[in-house]
C-alpha cells in the first residue's frame, strides 16, 4: 500500500508561485508514473501535470504549459509541481496521484482512472 500526502497549498495573488510537495510511502515509488491533477468547485478533476517512473517524459496541457512544472526526487520519494506565474483560474484542490507499476514504467498517465493511489488534496487559492 502506497500513502501519498500533499502539502505546499496556500493563498496567493495573481502572477504569484507555489511549490507542491507529495511525499510518498513504500520502497517501489521510484518506478511508479506520477501525476497531479486539480478540481474546482463545479468542474471534472484534470490532469495537469504527469511524469513517467523513470522521470525523463512528462506532460502538460495547454492550460498550464510554461507555466507549471513537475518533477521527482526519488531519494527523497517526493514529486513536486512548480506553478509560476498563477492565475485565479488556477484555484482548485491539488491531488498527487500515483500509479502501481512493477518496473521503471517509462510513459506518463493522464487519465485519473489508471491511477491506483490519490493523497488527500491540497487546496490552492489564487487571487486576483
Known amino acids: 500500500q502506497v500513502q501519498l500526502v500533499e502539502s505546499g497549498g496556500g493563498l496567493v495573488q495573481a502572477g504569484g508561485s507555489l511549490r507542491l510537495s507529495c511525499v510518498a510511502s513504500?520502497?517501489?515509488?521510484?518506478?511508479?508514473?506520477m501525476g497531479w491533477f486539480r478540481q474546482a468547485p463545479g468542474k471534472e478533476r484534470e490532469v495537469v501535470a504527469a511524469i513517467s517512473g523513470s522521470g525523463k517524459t512528462t506532460y502538460y496541457p495547454d492550460s498550464v504549459k510554461g507555466r507549471f512544472t513537475i518533477s521527482r526526487d526519488n531519494a527523497k520519494i517526493t514529486v513536486y509541481l512548480q506553478m509560476n506565474s498563477l492565475k485565479p483560474e488556477d484555484t482548485a484542490v491539488y491531488y498527487c496521484?500515483?500509479?502501481?507499476?512493477?518496473?521503471?514504467?517509462?510513459?506518463?498517465?493522464?487519465?485519473?482512472?489508471?491511477?491506483?493511489?490519490w493523497g488527500q488534496g491540497t487546496q490552492v487559492t489564487v487571487s486576483s
Open positions: 496521484a500515483a500509479r502501481r507499476a512493477y518496473y521503471r514504467d517509462t510513459s506518463y498517465y493522464t487519465r485519473g482512472s489508471l491511477y491506483n493511489y
Open positions: 513504500g520502497r517501489t515509488f521510484s518506478t511508479y508514473p
